[in-house]
């Protein structure tokens, strides 16, 4: 019981570090583990348990949504100075991220009109905890279909239209 508390309590702790800390560039796995006093291997356990993901993707997540953010607040904002203020090192990294992500670049992502780009926000600010996915069967093959497809924005438009 003692455990599960301590873990709780480093999970608040990672979640506060995160929402305080995203903008510096130097924020990492490691980062995280020194200002906490635990290894990095603990830090890879804990986010992992909470959020279904590791660090690395969390923090990139998180940062995300802190550009994604920024853009919806302020369409006509430099991208090199979201990059700045997202903890991204440069523009070359957002816009990579970006790509990687939500398969489109920032400047594409702010010309989207404003419905579009707050149903692409993120929002990390609730882990999962504990949640092991979709029980029905065609939710989990969604999933499935989701996580191996090149573009899954297309995917969930046509499941989209084909429960409309």
């Known amino acids: 019981m003692r455990m599960k508390r301590e873990s709780e309590r480093l999970i608040t702790q990672i ?23 635990v290894s990095t291997q603990h830090v890879y356990q804990l986010v992992y348990s909470s959020y279904l993901e590791n660090p690395k993707k969390v923090i990139e997540s998180c940062r995300l949504a802190r550009a994604t953010d920024l853009m919806q ?4 904002i430099n991208l090199c100075l ?5 903890g991204f090192r440069n523009y070359k990294a957002l816009k990579r991220c970006f790509k990687r992500r939500l398969q489109m670049s920032p400047s594409d992502y702010i010309k ?13 600010s609730k882990p999962q905890i504990n949640s092991m996915g979709p029980s029905r ?3 989990r093959e ?10 899954p924005r297309t995917l969930i438009s046509q499941r989209l239209e084909e429960t409309s």
């Open 142 to 151: 969604l999933l499935v279909n989701l996580k191996s497809s090149k573009n």
């Open 15 to 37: 979640q506060r570090i995160l929402h305080e800390k995203i903008c510096d560039p130097q924020l990492n796995v490691t980062y995280l583990a020194k200002l906490l006093c």
């Open 73 to 76: 607040q302020n369409p006509r």
């Open 82 to 86: 979201v990059a700045a203020q997202s």
């Open 112 to 124: 989207l009109p404003t419905p579009l780009r707050s149903a692409i926000k993120l929002d990390l």
């Open 137 to 139: 069967p065609e939710s």
